[in-house]
Nanobody
């Protein structure tokens, strides 16, 4: 059974940093895109960042570009999201996602592209 388990969320002051981790089990995703999304209650899931199988391609939402960094360690089957200069508007639940195979022309910034999802980890940015 494939599982993605996020960790690293919590409460942080504005301007602070957090690093989210997403550990995959049940299969390897070393050659597949993985991504981070976030979703506030009552809103659609929003793209945050994506990384290709071997890390050659990374991309970010405009709202986090320059503040967040996505990375992966294929030996650990884990993807990370380093979040710096956090703002109150970054407060929400964050989810990692993994594609089952090649994108086949699908966009890595769309939630519908991904086949596996974690349960989410809450990030709260508040004084």
């Amino acid at each position: 059974q494939v599982q993605l388990v996020e960790s690293g969320g919590g409460l942080v002051q504005p301007g602070g940093s957090l690093r989210l981790s997403c550990a995959a089990s049940g299969r390897t995703f070393s050659s597949n895109f993985m991504g981070w999304f976030r979703q506030a209650p009552g809103k659609e899931r929003e793209f945050v960042a994506a990384i290709s199988g071997y890390g050659r391609i990374t991309d970010y939402a405009a709202s986090v570009n320059g503040r967040f960094t996505i990375s992966r360690d294929n030996a650990k089957n884990t993807v990370y999201l380093q979040m710096n200069s956090l703002k109150p508007e970054d407060t929400t639940a964050y989810y990692c996602a993994a594609a089952a195979g090649p994108l086949g022309g699908k966009s890595y910034s769309k939630a519908s592209t991904y086949d596996y999802w974690g349960q989410g980890t809450q990030v709260t940015v508040s004084p």
